[in-house]
């Protein structure tokens, strides 16, 4: 701030700020919505997902309990609908026999309650109660908006019927991307202390030491997938873990989800179009186990969650981390496929100006990338605002991803955000890449 500026244009532009990515986190809620008549809406597409009417109406709800409610004290705007739309009271598959909020109630819902939300944000003083600070509050609400449209948009995929959504393709490579990238043995900072609207589970920043390793320099592709299928990869239980192989025999699994057998290739559905599968393309909708026996069949490993945020982050010029493989400048177009701009990921080689000081490509965006690690706090981490964002999440039952995807908007990705599920999920836009211990003999004294 320079000393001529009144003390409140922090809080003016803060504001605004705010604003927009409420109203752009709605628009796209909206557009998910409004593209499926209602019957579509309040049917069950998989008993992974809900209805797309109970997120609509839950999201309303958590933006009523956390800004109307308890950031501006104000009267409930409907205090009986609570539970029906508690994430934790109500499993997934028993949400369709919900009397949940027809469409056109849970539109008004959501209307009434975004008003108030605008009329408590012209008012609001941003003063130093944590809730507050930074607006933090309304981050986590527009992040959870976000969450919830990519959720919207992986049950989009597990749709049936005519296509509904599109988008452009996104862009064609732009560099040669290959191989992997030696990440020298050092310490680096892990996670952030001073990023406003970092979750609990980023946070605090702390310094970890890594011995020497390598890391692809792309996501695994669908080309390099094929070639694990190809070789009977589904048919090894030596590439599995045993709880693995477990599970691929139970699911019966043979490739991602959503593929088929094309002719001597194969073919894949997209929101409900079918195309031929492009080998430049990271793989998505891998499940944890499958990423693990492809990653053992090619005489690698997951990186641990550590490794692949220095990778992402850690500029050994500076001797800092950024907040993006990039810089600590928030993702423009040219630098990851974020934000359901495009609805696949796009070929390695697409975002060279993504790549990140040691040369690693696609990190942010384009597929989430499961790493070998279970998800646990930070060293030192505190609980904010409540337990049931990260904190009963923590246990060996969850695998971490990192980086984001396609369906991923930039207000819930940064280069130390954090995203974790159960290891046999794969409807969500899930791929990986390798990593493995480097020799010494491939390490500069
Ligand atoms: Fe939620």
């Given at each position: 701030?320079?000393?001529?500026?009144?003390?409140?244009?922090?809080?003016?532009?803060?504001?605004?700020?705010?604003?927009?990515?409420?109203?752009?986190a709605?628009?796209r809620?909206?557009?998910?919505?409004?593209?499926?008549?209602?019957?579509?809406?309040?049917?069950?597409?998989?008993?992974?997902?809900?209805?797309?009417?109970?997120?609509?109406?839950?999201?309303?709800?958590?933006?009523?309990?956390?800004?109307?409610?308890?950031?501006?004290?104000?009267?409930?705007?409907?205090?009986?609908?609570?539970?029906?739309?508690?994430?934790?009271?109500?499993?997934?598959?028993?949400?369709?026999?919900?009397?949940?909020?027809?469409?056109?109630?849970?539109?008004?819902?959501?209307?009434?309650?975004?008003?108030?939300?605008?009329?408590?944000?012209?008012?609001?003083?941003?003063?130093?109660?944590?809730?507050?600070?930074?607006?933090?509050?309304?981050?986590?609400?527009?992040?959870?908006?976000q969450?919830?449209d990519e959720?919207?948009?992986?049950?989009?995929?597990?749709?049936?019927?005519?296509?509904?959504?599109?988008?452009?393709?996104?862009?064609?490579?732009?560099?040669?991307?290959?191989?992997?990238?030696?990440?020298?043995?050092?310490?680096?900072?892990?996670?952030?202390?001073?990023?406003?609207?970092?979750?609990?589970?980023?946070?605090?920043?702390?310094?970890?030491?890594?011995?020497?390793?390598?890391?692809?320099?792309?996501?695994?592709?669908?080309?390099?997938?094929?070639?694990?299928?190809?070789?009977?990869?589904?048919?090894?239980?030596?590439?599995?873990?045993?709880?693995?192989?477990?599970?691929?025999?139970?699911?019966?699994?043979?490739?991602?989800?959503?593929?088929?057998?094309?002719?001597?290739?194969?073919?894949?559905?997209?929101?409900?179009?079918?195309?031929?599968?492009?080998?430049?393309?990271?793989?998505?909708?891998?499940?944890?186990?499958?990423?693990?026996?492809?990653?053992?069949?090619?005489?690698?490993?997951?990186?641990?969650?550590?490794?692949?945020?220095?990778?992402?982050?850690?500029?050994?010029?500076?001797?800092?981390?950024?907040?993006?493989?990039?810089?600590?400048?928030?993702?423009?177009?040219?630098?990851?496929?974020l934000g359901q701009?495009?609805?696949?990921?796009?070929?390695?080689?697409?975002?060279?100006?993504?790549?990140?000081?040691?040369?690693?490509?696609?990190?942010?965006?384009?597929?989430?990338?499961?790493?070998?690690?279970?998800?646990?706090?930070?060293?030192?981490?505190?609980?904010?605002?409540?337990?049931?964002?990260?904190?009963?999440?923590?246990?060996?039952?969850?695998?971490?991803?990192?980086?984001?995807?396609?369906?991923t908007d930039r207000s819930a990705c940064?280069?130390?955000?954090?995203?974790?599920?159960?290891?046999?999920?794969?409807?969500?836009?899930?791929?990986?890449?390798?990593?493995?211990?480097?020799?010494?003999?491939?390490?500069?004294?």
């Open positions: 701030m320079t000393t001529t500026e009144r003390p409140d244009a922090d809080a003016e532009r803060l504001r605004d700020r705010i604003a927009a990515e409420l109203a752009r709605r628009a809620t909206a557009l998910l919505t409004d593209a499926v008549d209602d019957d579509d809406l309040t049917r069950q597409h998989s008993t992974l997902m809900s209805p797309l009417v109970w997120d609509l109406a839950h999201v309303g709800n958590q933006e009523e309990l956390w800004l109307v409610r308890d950031v501006g004290g104000r009267e409930p705007v409907r205090h009986d609908i609570d539970d029906l739309y508690d994430a934790f009271k109500q499993p997934r598959r028993d949400r369709p026999s919900l009397p949940l909020l027809p469409p056109a109630e849970a539109r008004a819902y959501v209307r009434t309650v975004r008003d108030k939300v605008y009329d408590l944000l012209d008012c609001i003083r941003f003063t130093e109660r944590p809730l507050v600070a930074d607006g933090f509050a309304f981050a986590m609400i527009v992040q959870h908006e969450q919830h959720t919207m948009l992986a049950t989009h995929q597990l749709r049936a019927g005519a296509p509904v959504l599109d988008a452009p393709p996104p862009p064609e490579p732009r560099a040669r991307v290959g191989g992997e990238v030696l990440v020298p043995a050092g310490p680096f900072t892990m996670g952030t202390s001073t990023d406003p609207w970092a979750l609990d589970n980023e946070r605090p920043a702390h310094t970890v030491d890594l011995p020497a390793y390598a890391i692809d320099a792309a996501p695994v592709t669908n080309g390099q997938y094929r070639e694990f299928i190809a070789a009977g990869g589904y048919d090894e239980p030596r590439w599995w873990s045993e709880a693995g192989w477990r599970h691929r025999n139970e699911a019966d699994l043979s490739a991602p989800m959503h593929w088929r057998r094309d002719g001597d290739g194969w073919a894949y559905r997209r929101f409900g179009r079918w195309s031929p599968v492009r080998d430049d393309e990271p793989v998505v909708h891998v499940c944890w186990y499958e990423a693990q026996a492809y990653a053992a069949w090619a005489g690698k490993r997951l990186p641990t969650e550590a490794e692949w945020e220095k990778a992402a982050r850690w500029d050994p010029a500076a001797g800092r981390s950024r907040r993006y493989p990039w810089g600590d400048a928030d993702p423009g177009d040219a630098h990851a496929n701009r495009h609805l696949w990921p796009a070929p390695v080689g697409a975002y060279p100006q993504g790549a990140s000081p040691l040369g690693v490509h696609q990190l942010i965006g384009d597929v989430w990338e499961w790493t070998s690690s279970t998800f646990r706090g930070h060293p030192g981490f505190t609980v904010f605002p409540y337990r049931e964002y990260s904190e009963v999440f923590f246990g060996d039952d969850h695998r971490v991803l990192r980086g984001g995807s396609f369906g940064r280069g130390t955000f954090r995203n974790w599920d159960y290891p046999i999920r794969r409807q969500i836009f899930s791929g990986f890449r390798c990593a493995r211990d480097a020799g010494a003999e491939e390490c500069p004294a």
